[in-house]
């Protein structure tokens, strides 16, 4: 059984930094995509970071420059990097694989941008 534990949320003042990490359990195989998605009161999830198999990245217009994504597969982790925090980045994280038959979904991590 396959299982993505995040970890990393919580409570920073804009301007500040959060590195978000996203661990799997069991055996996916093919994997497409690791991504990050955010979903605030209100709003529809929406796509932050994603890193697609062979490397390249892509990134919300919103977070460019301040948001990098990375993985590490020797340890099944998905990490993302998070600087220059603003208020607009206030949300539940969730970290998302996907391979070419199912996606895969953490439970999320609550970030919080607040002085």
């Known amino acids: 059984q396959v299982q993505l534990v995040e970890s990393g949320g919580g409570l920073v003042q804009p301007g500040g930094s959060l590195n978000l990490s996203c661990t799997f359990s069991?055996?996916?195989?093919?994997?497409?995509?690791m991504d990050w998605y955010r979903q605030a009161p209100g709003n529809q999830r929406e796509l932050v970071a994603q890193t697609i198999s062979g490397g390249s990245t892509n990134y919300a217009d919103s977070v460019k420059g301040r948001f990098t994504i990375s993985r590490d597969n020797a340890k099944n982790t998905v990490y993302l990097q998070m600087n220059n925090l603003k208020r607009d980045d206030t949300a539940v994280y969730y970290c998302h694989i996907g391979n070419p038959w199912t996606h895969y979904w953490g439970q999320g991590t609550q970030v919080t941008v607040s002085s």
């Open positions: 069991g055996s996916i195989f093919s994997i497409t995509t």
